[in-house]
């Protein structure tokens, strides 16, 4: 019997990159997951990868509150009840502050804040006692990086939506906690629109700046995650970074 045989999460951006990762890692050990996604190739590839586990995966923009609202229908049918939700959809795209658009300040914080309040907003009351909320923020929400100024902003909010949600929730039994990447190892390094060129130049640039001198793992952000969902049982409020002393101001001696 797995160590979460008994347990039930939700997964939103679970279909690709670190959410698929924590959804796997869930799943390994016995646990049942709703995931969700909006891009159809990965809900596709999703669904083909996790056949015949115990895995519900559901189209869901969260950008779309009608979309969260039907969520929350999917959720209550299928697990009734359920243990952890890692609210981990997101959107970054490095845009120059004097080149953003409406449209991009618009989808960056429908995406990234508005879906991520009101996603917990609706799957709140079905959260057991003793469960757990966790936010994907990022670096970005305490550093300055050209390109991501707008993403970083909304990525500030969530910070603020994790302490305000912990203090909402603690009646109910449910910690509240962030977890904050720094360059992870992904398909996409974090920017989806990027060429395989473009990619490789931004990892070269991170490491390059990076304490550590290289990109996290997927495995040590999953590690890091179901932590915070069922081992830091007196924690809430916190963010927790996973960046190798990116945002710390650590300098690598030497």
């Given at each position: ?55 519900h995966v559901v189209r869901s923009d969260a ?17 009734g009840r359920f243990d952890f939700l890692f ?119 991170m490491d390059a700046i990076s304490p550590m ?42």
């Amino acid at each position: 019997m797995g160590r979460y045989a008994d347990k039930k999460a939700v997964v939103t951006g679970g279909t690709h990159g670190m959410g698929l990762a924590v959804v796997e890692a869930l799943l390994k050990e016995g646990a049942e997951v709703v995931l969700t996604g909006r891009n159809e190739k990965n809900i596709d590839e999703a669904r083909k990868r996790l056949d015949g586990k115990a895995a519900h995966v559901v189209r869901s923009d969260a950008a779309s509150l009608s979309d969260v609202d039907a969520l929350g229908g999917v959720v209550e049918e299928k697990l009734g009840r359920f243990d952890f939700l890692f609210v981990n959809v997101g959107i970054a795209e490095l845009v120059p502050f004097d080149k953003v658009t409406e449209d991009h300040y618009d989808r960056t914080f429908d995406i990234n804040t508005k879906g991520a309040f009101f996603t917990v907003q609706r799957l709140a009351p079905f959260i057991n006692q003793g469960g757990a909320v966790l936010f994907t923020t990022s670096i970005a929400d305490v550093m300055g990086y050209p390109g991501i100024t707008v993403y970083g902003g909304a990525k500030a909010a969530v910070r603020s939506f994790a302490k305000g949600f912990a203090a909402e929730l603690l009646p109910q039994g449910v910690r509240v906690n962030a977890l904050s990447p720094g360059p992870i190892k992904t398909p996409s390094m974090g920017y989806p629109g990027l060429t395989e060129e473009e990619k490789a130049t931004h990892e070269k640039e991170m490491d390059a700046i990076s304490p550590m001198k290289r990109h996290g793992s997927m495995d040590e952000i999953v590690s890091a995650a179901l932590f915070l969902a069922f081992d830091a049982t007196y924690t809430t409020g916190i963010e927790l970074n996973v960046d190798g002393g990116l945002a710390q101001g650590i300098i690598a001696g030497g």
